[in-house]
């Protein structure tokens, strides 16, 4: 099905793929070393002070909430400053969108 301004977004092929650039949310699940913090404080630092409370630390990473279009410029960010990122895992969508 192509996408066209009638096509609602869920009705999309595209949704849940890199072509998804909609406000949906999907919890994301980022696998790294993090001694001193600084991988989590750059991703709370994209995903601003009101999401930050819901970022999950877990004990090779962090797990949070955003559109997929997100998760290439954290990914970035994160190279930016040398740190290693082993796997980036989407999980389901989430019911929220990014605003």
Known sequence: MKNTETTRPF???EIGTPRDYTDNLYR???ELP???GLAGKI???FVGPERACAILRLAHGYETELPIQ???EIV???ALQNLSVYQVVRYA???GVWV
């Open 93 to 95: 969508k989430s019911g």
């Open 43 to 45: 991703i709370a630092d």
């Open 28 to 30: 994301v699940y980022f």
């Open 34 to 36: 993090d001694p001193d």
């Open 11 to 13: 009705e999309s092929s």
């Open 76 to 78: 970035r960010l994160l």
């Open 70 to 72: 997100c998760i290439p």
